[in-house]
Every structure is written in C-alpha cells, then in structure tokens.
C-alpha cells in the first residue's frame, strides 16, 4: 500500500483559501497518478466545516494539529507542524497551494527537514526522471515548475525522500468530486515549542474594501507614454465611467505617478477583468504575466508594433491623451 | 547603531519576451542588461531608510558571477555601506546550496572582528529569475533567526521590529524581537535614483569577496522553455480619436458598458 498524498489546508482563522481548494485538486490528479490516496492537514483549526470541505474536494481523511501556538497563522509555527506532522504520517508526499503563505511554510518545513522544496508546480511526473513517463527506477520526479512569475516554465528533476511541493497558483482550476467523502478527521498529538510564537501573526489592521485592482471588471492601464501624474486624469474618468479600476505599469510606479498598489505585473497584481484597456504600456513579459488572465485586452499605443498591441485583441493606434477623452465623450454622449 | 544585511541577486532584464540559450540551460542574456530583483532593490531601499532614520550600516550580500559586483555598486550608490560578493561558478545553484552558502558567509561577516550578529537581514520575497519563495526562509532558518515574508512595511521599536504585510482586505501585523529576517516585496517604499555622489562612493566601493561553497540539493534544473503562446489577431479599431465609436461598440458587446 502507497502512503497517501498529503495536502496541506490553507486557511485563515477558519476561512479556507482558494489555494487549499487548488492543492487539494492538484493532490488528486498527484495521488493518482501515483496509485496512492489522497489526506489533508489542517493546522491550528479542528473545525468540521473544514474537514467537511476538505472531503468534498477529495481528502479521504483530515489530520488536525490544534495547539496554542497555532491560534492564529504563523510562518514558523505552520512550517514546525508540517515538518512533524510528516514525520509521524510518513507521506508520499507533502503539498501546499502556491500562495504566499503556502509557499512561505512549505519552504519553512522544508529547512527544518533538510529536504528539497519545489515551488510552484504546474505538472508532475512521479514516474520516471527523463519525462517519459516510464519509471527510470532513479525514484526521482520530473516536474515542472515556473520561473519569472509564469513567463517561462523550468523542467527539474527532483531526488528526495519526501518530495515537498506546491502547485503553481491557478495551475488547476479548483474542482470539487462529483461526490462528496465524509473524511475521518485525528488530531494529531504534536507538542510545539511555545517559542515559535515569536512569528505569529499579533495584530490585524482591516482596511475599507471597494473594488480591488483583482476583481475590477474593467482595468485601464497607464504606462510610461501617460507621461505624468496629471496624466492619469482621463484614466481615472474612464475607469469610472466603466465601473472599474486604473492600472499601470512599473515605469509608472518607478516615478513615482502611482501607488505600487495599482501596479499590473510580476512583482505586482494579478488581474482578470473582462476587459484591460492597456494605454501607453509596452507589454513587456513582466507586465503582461499580470495583464494575461484578462479575458479581452484592447491596446492603445502610438507604436502598432509594441507587443502590447501584437497580443491585443484590438487596438486603437494614437496617443492616448486624444484617444481616451474621445472614449469617455463618446460614452457620455450614448449614457447621458 | 543597527547593522542590517540585505541580500540581492543579479538577474538579466529582459523585453518583450524572455528567449532560452540553445542548452536550455539559462535565459539568453546576449543583448540584456542586468538588474537587481525588484523585491530586493526595494529591500536595500529600505535598509538605507531604516539606516538613516535610527543610524546604522547596510552590508549587501550577492552570491552570484564577478559581474555582479555591479549590483554591489549599484546599492552603494543608493547609499549601502559594504559590498560583499561569494563568486559562484557557473554550475548549477538550487535553493538549498544557495541558501547554505548565504548562511555560512553571513556567518563568517558576523564572526570576523567580534561583529556579533546583522540586527536585520533582508532578502527578497523571492527572486525575479528563479523565484523559489524559499532561499530566505533556509537560510534565516540555517541562522536560528525568526523570519516573516511579504513584508510591506517595516518599523524599529527599539530591539524589536514590528513588519506588517497584506492580506485580503487589510494588513497583519508581527513584531519579532533582533536579530531577525524579514523577505520584502516591492512596494513597501520608492527607491531613489543614484545621485552624483552616490555614484562616487560606488566607484570607491571596496568589494569584500568570500570564496565558500555547499553541496548541491535535491533539486536540478533540466531546461528551461517558454510556455505555449497563445496568438491573437489584433483587430486594430482605428487610428487616433476616430476610433471611439468602435471602442465604444466593443465596451457595449462585452456588456461592461
Ligand atoms: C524582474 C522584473 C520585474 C518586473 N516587474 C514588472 C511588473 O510587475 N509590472 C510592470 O509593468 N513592469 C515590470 N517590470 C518592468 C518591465 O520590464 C518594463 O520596464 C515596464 O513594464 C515598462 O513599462 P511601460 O510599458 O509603461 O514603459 P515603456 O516600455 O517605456 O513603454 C511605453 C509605451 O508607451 C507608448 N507610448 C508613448 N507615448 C504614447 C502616447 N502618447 N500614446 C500612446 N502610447 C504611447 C510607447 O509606444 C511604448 O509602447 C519588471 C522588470 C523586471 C526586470
Ligand atoms: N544568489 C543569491 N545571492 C544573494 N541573495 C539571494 C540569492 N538567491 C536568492 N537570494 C535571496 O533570497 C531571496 C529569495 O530567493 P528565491 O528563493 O530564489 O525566491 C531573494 O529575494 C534574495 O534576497
């Protein structure tokens, strides 16, 4: 009998997280193809509408670690529970969602076990090391990860007595079974060094919400050719004439136009409106990784061969500061 | 006075796309420039603000080839003290060699001279290249220090350092006493541009250079390659202020308007 694929829970104080429902689905297609099960770990929560989640997307039991220690989420304290917790249920393997604290205690647990952490997984191949998918017998693992925030993609090898993982965000699109298992959920007995507080979260600011640069239904984007702050006057009129967010690219941020907050890309936000109106932005690869998850994207730029125009499915060619007042009048004119 | 460590790495700044060398074994760099991580730039940004508001000394940390040294300079022209550089050969680096070299040289910087320990280490959130999330976290890790990433924000409260990053709808709050590590993110501050003095002070930049190694993890890279593109005809809708009506019928089709 192959020991079951383990899925670490993300959650926050009880909510669970979108990644937990990816990795959960990932785990599935891993623990298959590994003829092996598929369990979770929950950490800092024995709740049963967890657990009972954790079944509907196909963990057929849930370990629980509750301590005093884990009240809250903490890096250090999260990476100790993994790290024992797969000591004790001797995994085939241990897997987290790729968010920023997935990865934070995936790579936590992966120092206190000496082992190596693959982050960021888009495919994995337990079988054979050549991607093949006929077992070498090296026992190491194909995968693929990426690199350079999904602009490209990095074949590894991986050789470890436990593979320690985490899929890619929005790798899989979560999927829940088409019916549901009523997991058997265990505390697991796990004593953790109070010390181990000294990284757990103290305090939590809440800050108004209103519509957030990932979920706008429309972004419109601002790049260098803006040329100013002031500039970005007619986006922000635009924007709200269409119910949505400005964007804008690291060279806007960079001179300080914007708030790094509005800023699309790789070391920025991920949007998916329905549409990105990209105005005066290039398109290079770091900002287009943040722009691709919209459905439609119209580009307007003075130059018909920036790559922003190339990869748009319109594009008006002009100057921007003619071309998004017209809009915004040609708007008024049809909902006045 | 503090002393804070930050460690960046030199990665190529690529365009429009990001082409492979013929071994897929790197990013084809013939026609880049280099640059800093971005979440590292920001890192030593916020070394030297943290530097000139309570006094102390920034040290940056490369493990990389001897051109970056020009990444070295380039943080004492915005106002780092020390460059430090463990040359690496060109073979292949996973996280946990990485991390295993940083540990031991930050160890070595903190023995020499009685130094005793960096109050603060910074390191990216990840890296702009490879971005594993975790070369920070093992080596904080491998040094016994407390480590929190994502970090938007940092403040020094005496011998405690309070960090907040971002969550949905807010931000938390940890508070770690030093030394302690933190991985920042970009945007937690503006970096400045070099001045004229700044750029002097790199050129005298005396680089402090560290041979070590470690052996290499269990993780190797086998190639690199660029995800399937997907190809979309560009419906150009007009040229100039003419185009608006056409914009406006897209807006109306897709139900946003
Ligand atoms: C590791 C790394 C991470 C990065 N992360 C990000 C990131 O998260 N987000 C990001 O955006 N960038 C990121 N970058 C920077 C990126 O490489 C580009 O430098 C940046 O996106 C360029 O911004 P831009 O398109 O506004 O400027 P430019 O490339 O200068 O393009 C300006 C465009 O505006 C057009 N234009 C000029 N005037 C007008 C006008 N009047 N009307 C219409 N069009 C006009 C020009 O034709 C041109 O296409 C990163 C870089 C690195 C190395
Ligand atoms: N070669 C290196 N030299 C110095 N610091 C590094 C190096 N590689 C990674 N780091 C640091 O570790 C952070 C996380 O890297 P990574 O695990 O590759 O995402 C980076 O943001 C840097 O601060």
């Given at each position: 009998m192959i020991s079951p694929v383990l899925a670490v829970l993300e959650h926050d104080r009880g909510a669970m997280a979108e990644a937990a429902r990816e990795a959960l689905t990932f785990g599935r297609g891993l623990a298959e193809s590994l003829g092996a099960g598929l369990e979770a770990l929950l950490i800092g929560s024995d709740d049963a509408d967890?657990?009972?989640?954790?079944?509907?997307?196909?963990?057929?039991?849930?370990?629980?670690?509750?301590?005093?220690?884990?009240?809250?989420?903490?890096?250090?304290?999260?990476?100790?529970?993994?790290?024992?917790?797969?000591?004790?249920?001797?995994?085939?393997?241990?897997?987290?969602?790729?968010?920023?604290?997935?990865?934070?205690?995936?790579?936590?647990?992966?120092?206190?076990?000496?082992?190596?952490?693959?982050?960021?997984?888009?495919?994995?191949?337990?079988?054979?090391?050549?991607?093949?998918?006929?077992?070498?017998?090296?026992?190491?693992?194909?995968?693929?990860?990426?690199?350079?925030?999904?602009?490209?993609?990095?074949?590894?090898r991986l050789a470890a007595a436990l593979p320690l993982v985490t899929c890619g965000l929005h790798a899989v699109a979560s999927e829940p079974l088409p019916e549901p298992v009523s997991p058997a959920a265990a505390g697991l007995e796990i004593d953790l060094d109070p010390a181990l507080a000294r990284t757990v979260v103290k305090d939590r600011v809440v800050l108004e919400a209103g519509v957030t640069l990932p979920t706008a239904p429309v972004v419109v984007g601002g790049g260098r050719g803006v040329g100013s702050a002031e500039g970005f006057g007619p986006l922000e009129e635009l924007a709200g004439l269409l119910g949505g967010r400005v964007g804008c690219s690291r060279a806007v941020t960079n001179?300080?136009?914007?708030?790094?907050?509005?800023?699309?890309?790789?070391?920025?936000?991920?949007?998916?409106?329905?549409?990105?109106?990209?105005?005066?932005?290039?398109?290079?690869?770091?900002?287009?990784?943040?722009?691709?998850?919209?459905?439609?994207?119209?580009?307007?730029?003075?130059?018909?061969?920036?790559?922003?125009?190339?990869?748009?499915?319109?594009?008006?060619?002009?100057?921007?500061?003619?071309?998004?007042p017209a809009i915004s009048a040609e708007i008024r004119r049809r909902h006045p | 006075m503090l002393r804070i460590l930050c460690c960046v790495k030199r990665v190529p700044a690529p365009g429009a796309r990001i082409n492979v060398t013929a071994d897929g074994l790197a990013v084809d760099a013939a026609h880049l420039g280099f640059t800093t991580s971005p979440h590292e730039e920001c890192g030593v940004e916020e070394a030297v603000q943290i530097a000139e508001r309570c006094g102390g000394e920034v040290t940056v940390l490369t493990l990389g080839p001897p051109e970056a040294a020009e990444q070295l300079r380039y943080a004492a022209s915005v106002g780092a003290h020390r460059g430090v550089l463990v040359p690496a050969d060109g073979g292949a680096r996973d996280p946990q060699r990485t991390a295993a070299i940083l540990a031991e040289a930050i160890r070595r910087l903190e023995s020499a001279d009685g130094a005793g320990p960096f109050d603060l280490i910074v390191f990216g959130n990840e890296s702009a290249d490879s971005g594993g999330f975790q070369v920070g976290v093992r080596t904080a890790y491998g040094l016994g220090r407390p480590i929190v990433n994502g970090v938007k924000g940092i403040e020094i409260d005496g011998?405690?350092?309070?960090?907040?990053?971002?969550?949905?709808?807010?931000?938390?709050?940890?508070?770690?006493?030093?030394?302690?590590?933190?991985?920042?993110?970009?945007?937690?501050?503006?970096?400045?541009?070099?001045?004229?003095?700044?750029?002097?002070?790199?050129?005298?930049?005396?680089?402090?250079?560290?041979?070590?190694?470690?052996?290499?993890?269990?993780?190797?890279?086998?190639?690199?390659?660029?995800?399937?593109?997907?190809?979309?005809?560009?419906?150009?809708?007009?040229?100039?202020?003419?185009?608006?009506?056409?914009?406006a019928d897209v807006l109306e089709s897709l139900g946003v308007l």
């Open positions: 967890l657990v009972a989640e954790a079944g509907a997307y196909g963990a057929a039991a849930v370990h629980t670690v509750t301590h005093p220690v884990l009240s809250d989420f903490g890096p250090e304290a999260w990476g100790e529970a993994i790290a024992r917790a797969a000591g004790m249920l001797k995994p085939a393997a241990v897997l987290a969602g790729g968010s920023e604290r997935g990865n934070e205690v995936m790579a936590q647990a992966a120092a206190r076990l000496d082992l190596p952490f693959v982050s960021n997984c888009t495919a994995i191949d337990p079988s054979g090391a050549d991607g093949s998918g006929v077992d070498s017998g090296s026992g190491e693992w194909s995968i693929t990860r990426i690199q350079w925030g999904g602009s490209l993609l990095e074949d590894v001179n300080g136009w914007r708030p790094h907050s509005d800023q699309v890309g790789q070391t920025g936000t991920r949007i998916a409106p329905e549409i990105y109106i990209a105005s005066g932005i290039s398109g290079a690869i770091q900002h287009w990784v943040g722009a691709m998850g919209s459905k439609h994207i119209l580009a307007i730029n003075t130059d018909p061969e920036a790559n922003m125009v190339v990869k748009a499915d319109w594009a008006v060619i002009g100057d921007l500061h003619e071309v998004i | 011998p405690a350092v309070r960090v907040r990053r971002e969550i949905d709808g807010g931000f938390e709050v940890y508070e770690m006493e030093m030394p302690a590590a933190v991985g920042v993110k970009e945007g937690i501050n503006l970096p400045r541009y070099p001045t004229m003095k700044g750029r002097l002070a790199s050129k005298r930049l005396e680089i402090e250079i560290l041979d070590l190694d470690a052996p290499l993890g269990g993780q190797t890279m086998v190639r690199l390659r660029r995800p399937a593109e997907t190809v979309s005809e560009t419906a150009i809708l007009g040229h100039g202020p003419e185009a608006a009506p056409a914009v």
